[in-house]
């Protein structure tokens, strides 16, 4: 292992297949890694059917290589719009949506998000629908007052944002500010839907000590209500990841509204 901490620009040595490699091989992966992944399928699954949130537009922001935290809800909104710090991960999700060789093989995070559905049988139909949802890849800085630079996007219907910040914001002031960032992205009464890693302190992707905030669900929450959002919910669990890959202590899953008068 290096000693060195990567952050902030560092991100452009982030290997992607390394990353999938660590946290996502479903079938046969490590248990608590399996088991994290279900908790946010789980939760996304429970926001986005069951005439919960829906509309035009979502806005996934630090996508990473992952695709996992679309499933559910390209089945509720007409447009997906990706983005991420870093090329080589928009790159990694772009090979996925083209069906290019080396692409990921998420079809056991699809057969299980269709069971939760009631149909397992139907996993290509959904992840056609998806690469068909997806309309754009964007670069994006969560740090920065407009986080998608000079891209025109319209206001978004939801903004999604899956263990992301607590990688890209170094202290408590700039997650809080990064929050407000992502909720000025949101029409009035527009859904900020958030996962979290609680008490984060790094993770390891290949050879690399990554960064992590340490955020408590407390902090989540006042963020999000001093952002401008009521919380509707925040679902805390005491899974952590495998000691050896990232320190960390819970998760929590949060579904905010931006005040509709906002
Ligand atoms: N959402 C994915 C990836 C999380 S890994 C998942 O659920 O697995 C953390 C991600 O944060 C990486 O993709 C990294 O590129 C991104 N990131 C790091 N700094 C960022 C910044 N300043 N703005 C936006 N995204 C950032």
Redesign the pocket.
Known sequence: MEGKLYRGED?KE?DSQDYLKT?YTFDSGTVAENEILKFNLKNLFQTFSSGGVGGDILID????P?IY?LLSACEVFREIIVS???DQ?LREVEKWLKEEPGAYDWSPAVQYVCELEGDRSRWQEKEARLRRTVTRLLK????EPHPLGPAQVLPADCVLT???LE??CHDVDTYRAAIRNLVSLLKPGGYLVTAVTLGFQGYIVGNKNFFGLHLEKETVEKALQDAGCQVLRCQHSPISYTETFCISKGMCFAVARKSPSA
């Open positions: 991100y982030f946290y922001i630090g996508t990473g992952t935290q991420d710090y870093t991960n994006c800085d969560v740090t899956l263990l992301a990688c890209a």
